[in-house]
């Protein structure tokens, strides 16, 4: 859609209460449904390439009608970059030379636009004083950034979460990545020192939309996917033309949460076909990837005694908290250890189903709540990051076999 296309918009007062417009969109559950009134409000980042599409999401997700009140963060973690160039135009139409660091723009279909200059948790403080304006946020964050440690100040970050924050609840990183020209940029990457940012988007990522497959063939499609796999073989991929997804697809994912369904996330751990296909593979045995500096590392694991689980959080707090394996030092390792993203459902012998999850040195092991799936068959531990080597691998299924 072409920049002109965006629905006029006014300037909104910062007191105003925006007017918000009723549901035209039957297919997307409303965010509030099923929660009591002053519940938390989800947030999704949205990460990508340079030139990927994610501004092309958003304009998707702002002109539809869709019965969401969101509220977008367009600008990015202390970035200082023009707004007024963004794809989206927020600057009020009356004054197209307003340089004031925030604005609040409502648009037809209740969406609430937000446009920040300041630094993050600022931003969003101000934003939370409108809760009850919106119930949902989308960040979108620069091609160059890591959404990593942007998805650490909205999970599990108390000093966050004892202000406005506590008002938020982190739903999932989705990552646009462009179909011309993501494989040469992860390679690229690879050439670089360290983990390239390209790469860290994709570790981070819980969905990623491969869009701008009309550009390019199906084979080249294919080694795309293959390549975004290796690095995280548990991400939900759609591919897309300009951004085209169903809305419940990178919303109300829960991606954070321990009530994630079985079907969403976690149970595509191991599967290597298309997401959009909703195939499941079963292969049970280890696998372990190395790709581009970043490694992913996928176990299967058994129905675990008390004492195997509390190993199991042992291992985990040393490999993400010191970066090394229990009884070894960081000096015997060639490589460093650095866990960017973990995810994992397990059974234990009191009868439990745990659902790890895990950003970056901070983790959470929650029980399973909700539906009552029974325990997995087949319990799986998947890390992505750095130095997962074969060392790792063994040392982790010593535990757990
Ligand atoms: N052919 C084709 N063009 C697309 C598609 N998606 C987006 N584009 C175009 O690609 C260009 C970049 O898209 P944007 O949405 O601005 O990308 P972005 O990720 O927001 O870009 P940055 O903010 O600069 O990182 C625009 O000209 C879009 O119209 C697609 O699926 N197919």
Not at 25 to 50: M, R
Not at 136 to 143: A, F, K, M, Q, V
Not at 312 to 320: C, F, H, K, S
Not at 381 to 388: A, N, R, T
Request: charged share 25%; net charge negative; hydrophobic share 35%.
């Amino acid at each position: 859609m072409p920049r002109s296309d965006i629905p006029t918009i006014a300037m909104s007062d910062d007191e105003d209460v925006p007017i918000l417009v009723e549901s035209g969109f039957e297919s997307v559950p409303a965010a509030n449904d099923d929660k009591p009134a002053g519940h938390q409000v989800p947030l999704t980042i949205i990460s990508g390439f340079l030139g990927a599409g994610k501004s092309t999401l958003l304009k998707r997700i702002l002109t539809e009608h869709h019965g969401y009140r969101i509220a977008v963060i367009m600008n990015e973690f202390g970035d200082t970059a023009d707004i007024e160039s963004r794809a989206i135009n927020v600057s009020s139409a009356s004054d197209p030379t307003a340089e004031s660091s925030e604005e609040f723009l409502e648009l037809s279909n209740g969406c609430l636009c937000c446009s920040i200059k300041d630094t993050g948790v600022a931003a969003i403080e101000k934003l939370m004083q409108r809760k009850g304006a919106f119930d949902y946020i989308l960040l979108e964050t620069t091609g160059l950034a890591d959404p990593g440690p942007i998805a650490s100040i909205f999970w599990h970050n108390e000093e966050f979460n004892r202000g406005k924050g506590k008002d938020i609840v982190l739903d999932g990183v989705v990552c646009v990545v462009d179909a011309v020209f993501g494989k040469q940029q992860m390679e690229e990457d690879h050439a670089q020192e360290g983990i390239g940012e390209s790469l860290r988007q994709i570790a981070a990522a819980d969905v990623i939309l491969l869009n701008k497959t009309d550009l390019v063939t199906t084979a080249d499609l294919r080694a795309t996917e293959d390549l975004l796999r290796e690095v995280n073989p548990t991400v939900t991929i759609h591919y897309t033309i300009r951004a085209n997804i169903d809305l419940k697809e990178v919303v109300n994912i829960r991606a954070y949460t321990s009530r994630v369904p079985l079907d969403v996330g976690i149970s595509r751990l191991g599967d290597h076909d298309h997401a959009v296909h909703g195939h499941e593979e079963s292969h049970n045995h280890s696998t372990h990837y190395e790709v581009r500096g970043i490694s992913s590392l996928q176990v299967s694991c058994p129905v675990l005694s008390s004492a195997q689980q509390e190993r199991l959080e042992e291992w985990i707090r040393t490999v993400l908290w010191e970066s090394q394996l229990s009884g070894h030092s960081t000096s015997d390792r060639d490589r460093p250890l650095e866990v960017l993203r973990c995810k994992g459902i397990f059974g234990t012998q009191s009868g439990q189903t745990l659902v790890l999850q895990g950003v970056r040195n901070l983790y959470e092991l929650e029980p399973l709540v909700g539906d009552d799936v029974g325990l997995p068959e087949h319990g799986k531990l998947v890390f992505i990051g750095k130095g997962l080597d074969d060392a790792v691998r063994k040392s982790l299924e010593n535990i757990l076999h």
